[in-house]
């Protein structure tokens, strides 16, 4: 894990908390080892990125199924059931015989990295523990800026150098710009964003500050704590002035600097089916962030289900899509039979799913009783209740094929 540590909200009616809970009743390894290595992150699932690397390594490593074979493969040998899983960083020749066997070239855009701080660095006179409007604990460190101190941070940012970029196809995702390019879009962009105040009161003054900067711990042992959403390419000497200009990190000690890296994905609507299998290749599927899906949650999820269709094509069964119901058959539809022109990595969304019809909530009555947030809260449960009915049924199904 190197954008952040962190698989998400674990809110059981979000996207990503209803895409845990199927993930955990297919047995997901990568949830088993998040959860043993988690660390306090209010109301999100995040690790010790070392000791969950670790942990799932040595799991793998020890599997009785599983002969590890550490070399670089640059043309697969699909006589056998392949899955390619080779992440944002694919090796070129690996990413060349891809876009020859398949026809279609290869899209790139850059994914920066947040810094991270070490924790007996932050002033904690300035500096204060909280979670936003209390949920989940006290488990963020948080920098307060007023106006004044947010301009001046502001203006050395824009102004900072940053590392120039190579040419690609698509710059950005969206969902992870850098710090400074989410600053260009506009003076108040940072405070609608990254630097959102809402729902922390400074307990010195009592009231939300201008802007706000939000630290989450790292590992473990909590000695690291990394600066949530401020993803960059600044160069490390521009980092080092700017992020110290932040209240309560005038003495930051860096233990590791922003960066920003290539970032590769498939064409997923022109080449991959709902079961994360390549069309014009037999014996051939694409799971992770390759298949066209964004985040360490959404790449676990198509880890698993490449594993589970693989596992029904090698019984001689055909492998059938998970339903469009689920959060998971959602996003592997979306990647299936998206819009081409405007295909981009994608992560796990409620807006995806089918909607559920207005007649089988009250929505009238909650929209009078709790306001649109009730309403909201009610259609997630909604979500979350027909997500995991529908993949029961379609487990089951399985069941009594086998």
């Known amino acids: 894990m190197v954008c952040s540590n962190s698989f998400k909200s674990d809110d059981p009616n979000s996207a990503t908390g209803i895409l845990k809970a199927e993930m955990r009743r297919m047995d997901s390894l990568i949830l088993r080892c998040a959860e ?10 995040a690790v010790d990125r070392e000791l969950f690397s670790s942990t799932v390594t040595e799991t793998l490593k020890h599997h009785p199924n599983i002969e590890w074979v550490e070399a670089q493969v640059s043309v697969p040998d699909l006589r056998h059931p392949t899955i390619l ?14 876009a020859k ?7 790139h855009f850059y994914d920066a990295i947040a810094p991270i701080v070490e924790l007996d660095s932050i002033d904690m006179e300035i500096a204060w523990k909280a979670s936003r409007y209390d949920k989940g604990g006290a488990d963020f460190i948080n920098c307060p800026l007023d106006q004044p101190q947010y301009e001046a941070f502001l203006d050395a940012l824009l102004s900072a150098e940053r590392v120039p970029l190579h040419a690609v196809d698509t710059p950005y995702f969206e969902a992870c710009l850098p710090i400074e390019v ?5 003076r108040e962009t940072l405070r609608h964003g990254p630097m959102k105040p809402v729902g922390l009161d400074n307990p010195r003054t009592g009231r939300w500050p201008h802007a706000i900067v939000q630290l989450r711990q790292d590992t473990l042992a909590g000695e690291h704590f990394n600066l949530v959403g401020f993803q960059t390419r ?8 700017v992020f110290r200009l932040i209240p309560g990190l005038a003495r930051a000690e860096f233990a590791r600097f922003g960066s920003i890296h290539r970032n590769t994905y498939l064409q997923a609507p022109f080449l991959l089916d709902a079961t994360l299998a390549v069309k014009s290749v037999p014996n051939l599927w694409v799971a992770g962030q390759l298949s066209g899906v964004e985040g360490y ?14 596992d ?17 058959g959602s ?21 995806l799913l089918p909607p559920i019809p207005d007649d089988e909530l009250d929505v009238r009555g909650l929209k009078r009783s709790g306001g649109l947030r009730a309403v909201k809260a009610a259609k997630g449960e909604a979500h979350r209740k027909r997500a995991l009915a529908s993949l029961e049924r379609h487990l089951g199904s399985l069941d009594q094929v086998r």
């Open 331 to 351: 996003l592997l539809h979306y990647l299936a039979h998206s819009s081409s022109k405007d295909f981009g990595p994608t992560n796990a969304m409620l807006g």
């Open 101 to 107: 066997i398949t026809g279609s070239g290869c899209l």
């Open 312 to 328: 029904l094509a090698t019984r001689g069964e055909a492998p059938m899509p998970f339903p469009r119901d689920t959060v998971l």
């Open 234 to 241: 600044l160069k490390w000497g521009a980092q080092k002035e």
């Open 297 to 310: 949650l959404e790449s676990a999820a198509a880890g698993l289900a490449a594993a589970h269709f693989v």
């Open 36 to 45: 043993a290595t988690r660390v306090p992150a209010g109301n999100s699932l």
């Open 85 to 98: 899983a080779t992440g944002p960083l694919t090796s070129d020749p690996l990413a060349d015989w891809l």
């Open 182 to 186: 989410m600053a260009d879009r506009g």
